[in-house]
């Protein structure tokens, strides 16, 4: 069946960095789109990142354009989110999403704080 398994979550201060990876079984993941989505407590679900497959395009709320960056790497199934800049507003579980289902992965916890 579809699995998407995010890893790459963490601690860090405002202006730091971190990557996050989604590693992606059970369905041809050259071919499909891919995303990631964030929320933060008490909050709804936020879109922050799509790229599509071949032509790679990429798109981006207005909230983290410039500051999150996503990738894909056909060949291991797994697509990236480089956060740069990151600010405490930020601070939420982050989960990868493909239309198939769709299906979603549990998430991977990223807190800002000074």
């Known amino acids: 069946q579809v699995q998407l398994v995010e890893s790459g979550g963490g601690s860090v201060q405002p202006g730091g960095s971190l990557r996050l990876s989604c590693k992606a079984s059970?369905?041809?993941?050259?071919?499909?789109?891919m995303n990631w989505w964030r929320q933060a407590p008490g909050k709804e679900r936020e879109w922050v990142a799509r790229?599509?497959?071949?032509?790679?395009?990429?798109d981006y709320p207005d909230s983290v354009k410039g500051r999150f960056t996503i990738s894909r790497d056909d060949a291991k199934r797994t697509v990236y989110l480089q956060m740069d800049n990151l600010q405490p507003e930020d601070t939420a579980v982050y989960s990868c999403?493909?239309?198939?289902?769709?299906?979603w992965g549990r998430g991977t916890q990223v807190t800002v704080t000074p």
């Open positions: 999403m493909t239309v198939l289902g769709p299906t």
């Open positions: 059970g369905f041809n993941f050259s071919l499909y789109p």
């Open positions: 790229i599509n497959a071949s032509p790679v395009s990429t």
